[in-house]
């Protein structure tokens, strides 16, 4: 099942009652509205002036809703997350903690191989030279030691926009605010599932910044960054004004829980693939597989 994405940009006061998220505004003339808690995957808060009740909030939590806030700036800042996301949690935080470094140096060439087969197969469907790309996902090394993530990445995003001068810098010039966003979104939808799954989003397989308390989250993206990439591209391909993050472009990225990707052979919406996914490391983490199961762009 699709779970619903909400929005909320506007001041709103939200509260439960029946299983049912109730919403009412602040201006007289706007209706009240009621949405069952269970058909909601995702809530982004976006507006200062908004009011969410703590019997609404545990009710998220066990539905296992992502509850997502945003900065000054309108991008997510913050993701709450249960403290239980799995019955056999402690069980699979062992595993996770017990996983050795060879293990995880596999892990980082088969994330950092994927992630390069798609950022190719996007330039090759846009018309664009995608050759380079495929051979570097197939030169990659455990732990990609010659670091071709990096190097991958530079090469596509000089070559998938057309805007003079374009590199991927979080506070560079446009599309980066629509990129910024997007992956925002994403590493929410990565985190969620890698709680439920059963396993610490900070403990990761390559990032270990201590600072940073999604460092798996960020390992386990990677691949499905170009779903978003070939998202803005379409948005700036429409030949919309990108310089401001607007309310559309807004709703438009936060359809990508529902993207279909390509993982296993078969279609899926993005957040059911990313718990496949996420599934699938815990099955590497505890022994029973050595590869994890990636999407691939449709």
Same mark, same amino acid.
């Given at each position: 099942?699709?779970?619903?994405?909400?929005?909320?940009?506007?001041?709103?006061?939200?509260?439960?009652?029946?299983?049912?998220?109730?919403?009412?505004?602040?201006?007289?003339?706007?209706?009240?509205?009621?949405?069952?808690?269970?058909?909601?995957?995702?809530?982004?808060?976006?507006?200062?002036?908004?009011?969410?009740?703590?019997?609404?909030?545990?009710?998220?939590?066990?539905?296992?809703?992502?509850?997502?806030?945003?900065?000054?700036?309108?991008?997510?800042?913050?993701?709450?997350?249960?403290?239980?996301?799995?019955?056999?949690?402690?069980?699979?935080?062992?595993?996770?903690?017990?996983?050795?470094?060879?293990?995880?140096?596999?892990?980082?060439?088969?994330?950092?191989?994927?992630?390069?087969?798609?950022? @190719?197969?996007?330039?090759?469907?846009? +018309?664009?030279? /995608?050759?380079?790309?495929?051979?570097? *996902? %197939?030169?990659?090394? &455990?732990?990609?030691?010659?670091?071709?993530?990096?190097?991958?990445?530079?090469?596509?995003?000089?070559?998938?926009?057309?805007?003079?001068?374009?590199?991927?810098?979080?506070?560079?010039?446009?599309?980066?605010?629509?990129?910024?966003?997007?992956?925002?979104?994403?590493?929410?939808?990565?985190?969620?599932?890698?709680?439920?799954?059963?396993?610490?989003?900070?403990?990761?397989?390559?990032?270990?910044?201590?600072?940073?308390?999604?460092?798996?989250?960020?390992?386990?993206?990677?691949?499905?960054?170009?779903?978003?990439?070939?998202?803005?591209?379409?948005?700036?391909?429409?030949?919309?004004?990108?310089?401001?993050?607007?309310?559309?472009?807004?709703?438009?990225?936060?359809?990508?829980? @529902?993207?279909?990707?390509?993982?296993? +052979?078969?279609? /899926?919406?993005?957040?059911?693939?990313? *718990? %496949?996914?996420?599934? &699938?490391?815990?099955?590497?983490?505890?022994?029973?597989?050595?590869?994890?199961?990636?999407?691939?762009?449709?």
């Amino acid at each position: 099942m699709i779970k619903r994405t909400l929005f909320f940009g506007n001041p709103a006061y939200l509260s439960t009652k029946n299983e049912q998220l109730v919403i009412n505004f602040p201006e007289k003339e706007k209706t009240a509205k009621n949405i069952p808690i269970e058909d909601i995957g995702y809530i982004v808060l976006e507006h200062p002036q908004i009011t969410i009740t703590n019997g609404l909030l545990m009710k998220l939590i066990y539905n296992k809703t992502a509850v997502i806030t945003c900065d000054r700036q309108h991008l997510p800042c913050s993701f709450l997350q249960p403290l239980v996301g799995h019955t056999e949690q402690t069980v699979r935080y062992r595993h996770q903690l017990d996983a050795s470094i060879p293990l995880k140096k596999q892990l980082w060439q088969q994330t950092v191989m994927v992630k390069i087969a798609n950022q @190719a197969q996007h330039l090759k469907r846009l +018309g664009r030279n /995608s050759l380079k790309l495929e051979r570097w *996902s %197939r030169e990659v090394k &455990s732990g990609d030691t010659q670091n071709h993530e990096a190097i991958a990445a530079a090469y596509y995003f000089q070559h998938l926009f057309p805007i003079k001068d374009f590199s991927r810098n979080q506070k560079g010039i446009p599309p980066n605010n629509l990129l910024n966003y997007g992956y925002a979104i994403l590493r929410a939808i990565t985190a969620r599932a890698i709680v439920s799954s059963g396993m610490l989003p900070s403990v990761g397989i390559f990032h270990h910044n201590k600072y940073n308390a999604f460092s798996l989250a960020d390992d386990v993206m990677e691949p499905y960054r170009p779903c978003v990439d070939k998202l803005v591209y379409e948005l700036v391909d429409t030949g919309a004004n990108i310089t401001e993050l607007t309310m559309p472009l807004k709703s438009e990225l936060l359809q990508i829980p @529902a993207m279909d990707v390509v993982i296993d +052979g078969k279609k /899926s919406p993005l957040m059911n693939a990313m *718990s %496949r996914t996420t599934n &699938s490391l815990y099955e590497c983490f505890y022994g029973s597989s050595r590869k994890i199961l990636y999407p691939s762009l449709v």
